[in-house]
């Protein structure tokens, strides 16, 4: 069967997923079939380019400058040049589906291709596509490795149509950062994109701006950009007061025992001290009362040194690397690079690893990831999973989603999931299916949920006789070689998270032969797309394949979201539960965990609405003040009084800078002083609920006030300044004022085990159900 003709055959599992979709009326998905001919007229074109010799291919690349693709004739047009080029200069010529891929992307929708499918070479005729129209392009990877890869192996496909292509990645200093981004195309990650506009920020001259206005985005794995990662902020930080509380805590705390000193709550996601922790304290730091008001942060740093010690643990939340605690992002199952906790845990968990503590930081300014995506004109993207999230794309930023056939049928077997009693049972029982899995030739992937579980069954593995390959956090810096060579023969990879590997596994003839690639998964994540993507491993372009997951009722995403009171009827010798209901039961607890991440990312931007308003206001400031050769003017004579002379002793040629710099600095002051307050009145207004006061609507009156009030003391902070200034002064210094020596970036990670405010929650609703999570029982 033609693959395009499988959008209008309703055997097509996808096809019917889009099918039922829409006739439940759920937004966000897109039927794709209406672009297909534009496809098949490609591809007719195409061929008749092959007769061309390259000067005459290059001279109709060139012809397809500032054309207008929103027209079908061009569109084919240049569809059917840019697939010759890349059969060319990149041995790689797309398929149909591929081309059906790049006109829905480029009419703008976005698309679900499987794994293995050639979503690298469809970002290249997209990119391209954009930026011939004049469009400045944004290919947003999943990490750095991709994005200079790709950057790399799609130049010569740019060169030809007259495009500059370039890479932003860790490294690169300010000129060469600054060069990159004037390219067309632009391969970077949506983090590294997110924290050069901070630094562009903090800027004091026109001239420093790295980052041109952001236009066109083409975002790979888009679901993990967008909904994963939407709501991790973003910061630029400088150097802060040090916190000499902090720093004898570690060992007092270290010294302290479980049910003597301090109390862990069951689910191990709570910490406090008991009356002898708090004895303990108090004796060592010489103080009378520890919560007194003079201590209050003494206390603060206690709590948070205690959380370090008890709960967090290395080689699950975090590994120890090069002597640097370095945090694991679970939706990738990598090192994520350049982020850190918040509120002096991360200094916390450094001192209880005996590394050296981190300076203190200043939150200069910070945005939400989803807050970048948002700056975009034009945003498309793909993924594997991107119809699992089609109605999340569809509420968050009105994408709509449509699925692409694979190129060839695919012919994997997903099996049902084999649940067992205990985590140990489950272990035992993929260690044994790998192990005859592997004595018959056949490579198997496994998928773990931390770096932890990753060694752990690989030493079950050994036991065995199996030697795996382990990729994880530890060596993620040999991601591509290690997934390549995943599918040889009798291979077996113990890996953490497969999402935005961008690295194919292909299988060799004996690995055919045997079967193809079987990916076993040990437990299932909290959102079922990541566990799609790793079914999606196995069975790439039609090759044979399996894939089956093994589960327990000791999983986390059921111990930690359900409560079940009773007890199955019917288990295996081996643990297995054979009771169908458990398995609902489990279903369930998944969607239990998906519904309340979704509703942590719904709050999140709820509170950072606001604050994405009023930064946007001030950066309009700053930018005319920067800019426009009459703002200054505008601003101080807003700064003094009416009939003052002040305004024209700084509008002077020789003065103007420093007058400029001077009114930057105190509103960059004032907008940090304002992140700073409601960070803390964050941490404290779900206490508005006690008094039937809705906790957002506080908030946001409390941002609302406080933001006005920030113009008016930046004003009159820079008509003291000034005031006050000699008329020999040529630079802050000589004003006695300070920027930070050093200024960093980085991620700020979720506390995986909530906020305050979360805990506080969590405890009214234990309080008003009697019982920890949501119980599950039948009768």
């Not at 292509?165 to 200093?173: F, I, L, P, S």
């Not at 004091?204 to 975002?219: T, W």
């Not at 591509?480 to 596994?505: C, F, K, L, N």
């Not at 700064?639 to 020789?654: K, L």
């Amino acid at each position: 069967m033609d693959r395009l003709e499988q959008l209008r055959d309703p055997s097509s599992w996808r096809r019917a997923v889009v099918l039922v979709r829409r006739f439940r009326q759920e937004p966000g998905t897109a039927n794709l079939r209406r672009f297909a001919p534009l496809a098949e007229a490609v591809l007719r074109e195409r061929a008749a380019l092959h007769e061309l010799d390259d000067e005459a291919l290059s001279e109709r690349a060139g012809r397809t400058a500032n054309t207008d693709l929103a027209d079908d004739g061009d569109l084919v047009g240049y569809l059917a040049v840019a697939s010759e080029v890349a059969r060319r200069r990149l041995g790689m010529e797309p398929f149909e589906v591929q081309l059906l891929a790049a006109v829905s992307m480029l009419r703008g929708r976005v698309v679900d291709m499987e794994t293995g499918e050639g979503k690298t070479l469809v970002g290249f005729l997209v990119a391209a596509g954009l930026a011939v129209t004049g469009r400045r392009v944004h290919v947003l990877s999943a990490n750095d490795y991709l994005a200079g890869r790709d950057a790399s192996a799609g130049a010569t496909l740019f060169e030809a149509f007259g495009l500059s292509c370039a890479a932003v990645v860790d490294g690169m200093d300010h000129a060469d950062r600054r060069a990159a981004y004037r390219s067309d195309v632009v391969y970077a990650t949506v983090h590294q994109v997110g924290f050069d506009l901070l630094r562009d920020r903090q800027r004091f001259e026109d001239a420093q701006r790295l980052v041109p206005d952001l236009d066109a985005a083409v975002i790979d794995e888009i679901d993990a950009v967008l909904l994963d990662d939407a709501m991790v902020p973003l910061v630029i930080a400088g150097d802060g007061e040090p916190r000499p509380e902090e720093a004898s805590l570690a060992g007092v705390v270290a010294a302290m025992t479980a049910g003597v000193d301090y109390e862990v709550d069951g689910e191990r996601r709570n910490v406090s001290f008991n009356e002898a922790g708090i004895a303990a304290l108090e004796e060592h730091h010489g103080v009378d009362d520890l919560y007194a008001k003079d201590h209050v942060g003494l206390l603060t740093a206690a709590h948070v040194a205690l959380h370090a010690h008890a709960l967090m643990e290395c080689d699950v939340h975090y590994i120890v690397a090069e002597g640097q605690v370095r945090l694991v992002n679970d939706a990738r199952g990598r090192v994520a690079d350049r982020q850190r906790w918040p509120d002096g845990l991360h200094a916390a968990i450094e001192r209880k690893e005996g590394l050296e503590v981190t300076a203190p930081a200043e939150v200069l300014d910070q945005m939400l990831v989803e807050t970048v995506a948002r700056g975009y004109r034009v945003i498309t993207g793909m993924s594997g999973t991107a119809l699992d999230a089609s109605v999340r794309l569809a509420e968050d930023l009105d994408l709509r989603t449509g699925a692409i056939p694979t190129n060839r049928p695919g012919i994997r077997v997903d099996e049902p999931d084999r649940l067992y009693l205990t985590a140990e049972q489950r272990d035992a029982a993929a260690a044994d299916r790998v192990r005859a899995a592997h004595a018959a030739g056949q490579p198997v992937l496994i998928g773990t949920a931390s770096v932890a579980d990753s060694e752990r069954f690989a030493v079950l593995l050994a036991d065995r006789g199996v030697d795996a390959v382990v990729l994880n956090a530890k060596n993620d810096a040999a991601e591509a070689g290690i997934i390549a060579r995943a599918g040889e023969h009798a291979a077996v990879t113990v890996s953490t998270q497969m999402a935005g590997r961008g690295v194919d596994i292909r299988l060799a003839p004996q690995a055919v032969a045997a079967g193809g690639l079987l990916v076993l998964g040990l437990g299932r994540y909290d959102s079922a797309r990541l566990d799609h993507q790793l079914r999606g491993r196995a069975g790439r372009q039609g090759d044979p394949g399996r894939s089956a997951y093994y589960t327990s009722l000791d999983d986390d995403v059921v111990t930690e979201h359900l409560v079940i009171n009773m007890d199955p009827r019917t288990v295996d010798a081996d643990g297995r539960v054979r009771d169908k209901r458990f398995r609902r039961i489990y279903d369930h607890a998944q969607r239990v965990a998906e519904g309340k991440l979704l509703q942590l990312h719904r709050t999140t931007r709820r509170y950072h609405t606001a604050t994405d308003q009023h930064r946007r206001l001030l950066l309009d400031t700053r930018e005319r003040l920067l800019t426009d050769p009459t703002a200054l003017e505008d601003y101080l004579a807003h700064v003094w009084t009416a009939g003052s002379d002040q305004p024209h002793r700084w509008t002077r040629p020789a003065r103007r800078r420093l007058a400029t710099e001077v009114a930057l600095y105190h509103l960059d002051r004032a907008w940090t002083r304002h992140l700073n307050l409601l960070a803390e009145v964050r941490e404290g207004i779900h206490l508005r609920v006690l008094g039937r006061q809705d906790p957002l609507d506080e908030f946001n009156l409390i941002a609302t006030d406080d933001f006005r009030a920030l113009a008016q003391a930046a004003a009159a902070a820079t008509r003291h300044t000034l005031d006050a200034a000699s008329e020999n002064a040529t630079t802050l210094a000589d004003l006695g004022l300070r920027r930070p020596s050093s200024t960093w970036t980085y991620m700020v990670a979720d506390n995986p085990f909530g906020s305050e405010a979360d805990r506080f929650f969590e405890f009214i609703g234990q309080a008003l159900r009697g019982s920890q999570p949501p119980a599950i029982s039948y009768t």
